[in-house]
Structures are given as C-alpha cells and as structure tokens.
C-alpha cells in the first residue's frame, strides 16, 4: 500500500429522526402561504402599475375632451388612447405596435415622440417628456391631475359698463 495515498475514513453514520404528519402538514401549509404570497406580490406588482397609467390615460383624455376615454382601462386597446392624448390619428397606434413587434428602435423613438407630444399638448416643458418615457407609471397620473385646460372666456360678449 503506498502511504502517499490517503485512505478515507469511514463514513459516520447519524441517526435521523422521523417527522410526525403534523410536522409534514405545517411545513405544506407554510409552503402553500409562500406560494399565494408570491404569487399576490407578482400580481401587485404588475396591475398596480398598469392601474396607474391607465388611470392618468383616462383623466387626461378627459380634460383634453377626447371620445371613448374608457379605452384607457382596456390593455393593449388603450394605446390608442395613448396616441389620442398626444392628437394624433388612430392609424399612429398601429405604426406603433407595428414599429415595436418589428423593429424596436423605431417603436422606442415613436413612443418617445407621442409622449413629447402629449407634454407639448398639456404645456410642459421637455423634462414632462422625460417624465413619460422613463417613469410613466408615475407620469401619466401627475400630468393628468396637474392639467387644467384652458376656460374659454366670454370678454368679447360681455359688456362692461
């Protein structure tokens, strides 16, 4: 036997104790409560922002007295109440999801553009644009709560004595 080889030792054996079906039971339900936890945090996560944007999509489209403002609420239908925010045709809603699905750099810079144009219709400055594009979950409520549209005045038929 050459001695620079190392015999291994045998291994140690350990004694386990069983767990009793109560234990099995609570670690199921613990398990179960894991599940529906994350499966609820995943679901918060992805309609609360989805409620935000669609909420500020329908009070803007209000304000600026647009039809069908309910389409806000409807996904992926509520892109064309996007391009409606920012007054344009309805065809523009197409482009886009068709600039997104094949090609995405021009659906990124369209995206971009319709959300100057909401803020150029709103009266902000390009920083609201910015706004839009990165944090539009944010965004859409802030503009459309702080938008108030212009009143039309009567000064030119009212007579002042």
């Not at 079906?21 to 499966?39: F, H, K, N, Q």
Request: proline content about 5%; hydrophobic content about 55%; overall charge neutral.
């Amino acid at each position: 036997m050459n001695p620079d080889v190392m015999m291994m030792a045998e291994p140690v054996m350990t004694t386990t104790t069983a767990m009793s079906p109560e234990m099995y039971l609570w670690s199921d339900i613990l398990g179960g409560m894991g599940i529906v936890a994350a499966l609820i945090m995943f679901l918060i996560m992805i309609f609360v922002p989805y409620l935000m944007k669609a909420y500020g999509l329908f009070v803007l489209n209000n304000k600026l007295g647009e039809k069908h403002t309910w389409l806000a609420w409807v996904p992926v239908i509520n892109i064309y109440s996007f391009v409606k925010a920012a007054g344009k045709s309805g065809w523009w809603g197409l482009f886009l999801i068709i600039g997104f699905i094949l090609f995405v750099i021009p659906g990124v810079v369209m995206y971009i553009y319709l959300c100057h144009c909401i803020s150029k219709r709103v009266g902000r400055t390009g920083w609201t644009t910015a706004v839009l594009v990165f944090f539009n979950i944010v965004g859409f409520p802030q503009v459309a709560v702080e938008y108030q549209p212009e009143e039309k005045s009567n000064k030119d038929s009212v007579v002042e004595l």
